[in-house]
C-alpha cells in the first residue's frame, strides 16, 4: 500500500491519501481524542503523541498537529494508516460516530430558495476545492443576509481561512445571490 502526502494551506495540517475510498459518503472531524469514539481510525491515530485533530473525507485523511515536527510525525502517522486499512476494520465503527455530526441547519422558510441556491454553490464550487486542500466547508445557517458556514479538517485554524471565507466565499455567494451580504463561520 502507497500512501501520498500533501501539504496544505494550513501548515500545521498535512493531507493522506491512501489511494482508496475513506469515507463513502459524509466526512468525519474530530478536535480531540475524546470525539474518536466510534472511529478505530481515528482512534488508532489519535494514540500517537502530537495528532491534534483528525479528519476523513471520501479519499484522505487530514491530521492537524499540536506539538512536534512533521518529520517525526509523518512515518507514525502512515504506519497506523497502513495498518488500519490491511487489518481490514472499518473507519467508521458506529452509525452517528462523534465526528460525523454537524448539528442542524437554521434559516427562515421564506428563504428556502435563496438557502437551495447557496446551498447548490457551496457544493458544487466550494466544497471539491476545499476537500483539494484537504478539509471540508458546509451550510450551516442563513439569517438576515448572513451565511453561517463551519470549516472542517485543514481549514479549521487555518491562517487563510479568514481570506477564503471573506474573499473567496463571500464573493462568490454575493455574485449569485445578491441577498448575501456577509459569510461568518460558526
Same mark, same amino acid.
Given at each position: 500500500?502507497?500512501?501520498?502526502?500533501?501539504?496544505?494551506?494550513?501548515?500545521?495540517?498535512?493531507?493522506?491519501?491512501?489511494?482508496?475510498?475513506?469515507?463513502?459518503?459524509?466526512?468525519?472531524?474530530?478536535?480531540?481524542?475524546?470525539?474518536? $469514539?466510534?472511529?478505530?481510525?481515528? +482512534?488508532?491515530?489519535? !494514540?500517537?503523541? *502530537?495528532?491534534? %485533530?483528525?479528519?476523513? &473525507?471520501?479519499? @484522505?485523511?487530514?491530521?492537524?498537529?499540536?506539538?512536534?515536527?512533521?518529520?517525526?510525525?509523518?512515518?507514525?502517522?502512515?504506519?497506523?494508516?497502513? $495498518?488500519?486499512?490491511?487489518?481490514? +476494520?472499518?473507519?467508521? !465503527?458506529?452509525? *452517528?460516530?462523534? %465526528?460525523?455530526?454537524? &448539528?442542524?441547519? @437554521?434559516?427562515?422558510?421564506?428563504?428556502?430558495?435563496?438557502?437551495?441556491?447557496?446551498?447548490?454553490?457551496?457544493?458544487?464550487?466550494?466544497?471539491?476545492?476545499?476537500?483539494?486542500?484537504?478539509?471540508?466547508?458546509?451550510?450551516?445557517?442563513?439569517?438576515? %443576509?448572513?451565511?453561517?458556514?463551519?470549516?472542517?479538517?485543514?481549514?479549521?485554524?487555518?491562517?487563510?481561512?479568514?481570506?477564503?471565507?471573506?474573499?473567496?466565499?463571500?464573493?462568490?455567494?454575493?455574485?449569485?445571490?445578491?441577498?448575501?451580504?456577509?459569510?461568518?463561520?460558526?
Amino acid at each position: 500500500m502507497f500512501i501520498q502526502t500533501e501539504a496544505t494551506p494550513n501548515p500545521a495540517t498535512l493531507k493522506f491519501l491512501p489511494g482508496r475510498v475513506v469515507m463513502e459518503r459524509g466526512t468525519f472531524d474530530a478536535r480531540a481524542a475524546e470525539g474518536a $469514539e466510534g472511529s478505530p481510525l481515528a +482512534q488508532r491515530l489519535f !494514540a500517537i503523541p *502530537g495528532v491534534a %485533530g483528525v479528519f476523513f &473525507g471520501y479519499d @484522505f485523511v487530514t491530521i492537524t498537529k499540536g506539538e512536534g515536527e512533521w518529520q517525526h510525525l509523518k512515518p507514525a502517522i502512515l504506519g497506523a494508516i497502513m $495498518e488500519h486499512f490491511m487489518s481490514g +476494520q472499518p473507519v467508521i !465503527a458506529q452509525a *452517528g460516530a462523534q %465526528g460525523t455530526e454537524d &448539528g442542524e441547519e @437554521f434559516f427562515e422558510e421564506r428563504d428556502a430558495d435563496t438557502v437551495a441556491t447557496i446551498k447548490d454553490l457551496i457544493e458544487t464550487r466550494v466544497r471539491p476545492a476545499v476537500a483539494g486542500d484537504g478539509g471540508d466547508i458546509t451550510f450551516r445557517g442563513y439569517r438576515d %443576509g448572513i451565511v453561517y458556514l463551519a470549516m472542517k479538517g485543514a481549514c479549521a485554524g487555518c491562517p487563510s481561512s479568514t481570506a477564503t471565507l471573506k474573499h473567496g466565499i463571500q464573493n462568490l455567494l454575493r455574485h449569485f445571490v445578491p441577498d448575501v451580504q456577509e459569510v461568518q463561520q460558526v
